[in-house]
């Protein structure tokens, strides 16, 4: 076996064992953001709550004039339906990191029962994570590319000094150099 395959087959098994990672990596990501959405998904937000009708009862002007206060300065404080309908999610995929795809990269989704801040600061969440290791992923895979340019660099020049101490040997023992 040559030498440059044998270079080869080695930088090939250390970009199968970085993409490997990645899609570990990926795997879990998903798998952790699906349960975090399924988990908010069964909280009750104000959204939820369905408001009864009471009997109204007669009360001090100061008093009415002291909750409309409280009321308007809570408006300032809230935002009024936070919670939006489900909607899907895309789980990312090996590809959505790679330069090249692959074929156990499948598209995933799921679909939540509510769509709330939280669940689109979780969202927000994995995307920045996953941007964060694509850049970490294409840096790698680059240092890869560069140390298996400079090994076989490094083996073309091995071969080229040893060729030629070879041919410095033969011409030291040809017949014409013997004295």
Not at 68 to 73: C, D, G, H, I
Not at 114 to 135: D, G, I, Q, R, W
Not at 154 to 160: A, R, T, V, Y
Request: proline fraction near 3%; charge should be negative; glycine fraction near 4%.
């Amino acid at each position: 076996m040559e030498s440059g395959d044998v270079l080869n087959e080695y930088y090939n098994e250390l970009t199968n064992t970085e993409r490997s990672f990645a899609q570990t990596f990926l795997e879990s990501i998903n798998h952790c953001t699906e349960r975090l959405m399924n988990l908010f998904d069964q909280l009750i937000t104000t959204d939820d709550v369905i408001l009864g009708t009471v009997a109204e009862e007669k009360l001090p002007t100061t008093v009415l004039l002291k909750r409309e206060l409280r009321a308007k300065q809570g408006d300032q404080a809230s935002q009024p339906g936070l919670s939006r309908e489900g909607q899907p999610i895309k789980l990312l995929r090996l590809a959505d990191i790679a330069v090249e795809r692959t074929a156990s990269s499948k598209s995933e989704h799921f679909k939540t029962s509510k769509f709330t801040p939280v669940h689109e600061e979780a969202l927000s969440s994995m995307n920045k994570v996953c941007e964060e290791y694509k850049e970490r992923f294409g840096v790698v895979m680059s240092e890869l590319e560069n140390l298996s340019s400079k090994w076989t660099a490094s083996e073309e020049k091995w071969k080229k000094q040893w060729l030629s101490s070879v041919q410095h040997v033969r011409n030291l023992y040809k017949p014409n150099n013997i004295s």
